[in-house]
């Protein structure tokens, strides 16, 4: 079955930091362009951090993207968390049609 799970979202303070994990099945993961996205509330999905070293602005210097191959996952270290961070972060993969996660929720919040 091919499918992306994102996990390691969660509450955090301002300031905090989380890891997201994205894992890959059913699909040869090695070499397939990585994407993560997030969507906030009422806004539309927007792209936070590709392979590529691309970042959006409001996170660079914060976000870190990372894969492992030998794991089929990537990651995101998200550091420095600001309310503004909060929404669902989504993993993509440019495989055949795209492949979708379902998403984890962060919430930054004190």
């Known amino acids: 079955q091919v499918q992306l799970v994102e996990s390691g979202g969660g509450l955090v303070q301002p300031g905090g930091s989380l890891r997201l994990s994205c894992a890959a099945s059913?699909?040869?993961?090695?070499?397939?362009?990585m994407t993560w996205y997030r969507q906030a509330p009422g806004k539309a999905r927007e792209l936070v951090a590709d392979?590529?070293?691309n970042y959006a602005d409001s996170v660079k210097g914060r976000f870190t993207f990372s894969r492992d191959n030998a794991k089929n996952t990537v990651y995101l270290q998200m550091n420095s968390l600001k309310p503004e961070d909060t929404a669902v972060y989504f993993c993509?993969?440019?495989w055949g049609q795209g492949i979708w996660g379902q998403g984890t929720q962060v919430t930054v919040s004190s």
């Open positions: 059913g699909f040869a993961f090695s070499g397939v362009p």
């Open positions: 993509y993969a440019l």
């Open positions: 392979g590529r070293a």
